[in-house]
């Protein structure tokens, strides 16, 4: 079975700071792992993927996270934050053969401070 | 294009009341899913479906049902509504080729007093 662990639950950037939410997943069998954004009474949508193709994966609106095997851990980040950049992030894991399903971790709640 | 299709988006039940979710999504894809969304919890997987006729339990199925008579429709039923029923819900969709790419329905909140 596959899982993720989001650390910090909340995390507070200054506008222009780098913006780091960290990732880590565990899994017997190579991963699909995925970013989620989810903007107040909307649905989730999708930042990025990793699906065993390059490493370093870009995503929408200057984000990108990076698959570090050894680390197990796909941690997102954004050199520069903007405000419209507050909202909650989900990391997910999915595995081959497992009915597409997404175990989502428990999710950052990122606020942007003027 | 509507993507996935959720109803209604607000709802308050009494204990013991029952209703159904509506979710229809418009892009002929395979596999549906019901996650339900608790704060500091993630979501968590209610029933899934990886076709038309086939559904299966998630991790939390317990004092809901599914059914999926077209591709297009999974409808999520709560029999006998519970306080612990109180929660965000969030319908989903993907192909069943590519890479796991979930498309989201809006939500349904649903209150159970």
């Known amino acids: 079975a596959q899982s993720v662990t989001q650390l910090g639950s909340h995390v507070s950037v200054s506008e222009g700071a780098l913006v780091l939410l960290r990732c880590n997943y565990s899994?017997?069998?190579?991963?699909?792992l995925f970013w989620y954004v989810q903007y107040p009474n909307q649905g989730l949508q999708l930042l990025l993927k990793?699906?065993?193709?390059?490493?370093l994966v870009k995503g929408i609106n200057g984000f990108e996270a990076e698959f570090k095997k050894s680390e197990t851990s796909f941690h997102l980040t954004k050199p520069s934050a903007h405000m419209s950049d507050a909202a909650e992030y989900f990391c997910a894991v999915s595995v081959s053969g497992s009915a597409r399903q997404l175990t989502f971790g428990s999710g950052t709640q990122l606020t942007v401070l003027p | 294009n509507a993507g996935v299709t959720q109803t209604p988006k607000f709802r308050i039940l009494k204990i013991g009341q029952s209703m159904t979710l509506q979710c229809a999504q418009d892009?002929?894809?395979?596999?549906m899913y019901w996650y339900r969304q608790d704060p500091g919890m993630g979501l968590k997987l209610i029933y899934y479906?990886?076709?038309?006729?086939?559904?299966d339990k998630g991790e939390v199925p317990n004092g809901y049902n599914v059914s999926r008579s077209t591709t297009e429709d999974f409808p999520l039923r709560l029999e006998l509504a519970a306080p612990s029923q109180t929660s965000v819900y969030f319908c989903?969709?993907?192909?069943?080729?590519?890479?796991?790419?979930?498309?989201f329905g809006a939500g349904s909140r649903l209150t159970v007093l």
């Open positions: 892009m002929n894809h395979n596999y």
């Open positions: 899994s017997s069998v190579p991963p699909y």
């Open positions: 479906s990886v076709g038309a006729g086939i559904t």
């Open positions: 990793y699906t065993s193709a390059a490493t």
């Open positions: 989903a969709s993907l192909t069943s080729s590519g890479a796991n790419v979930l498309t």
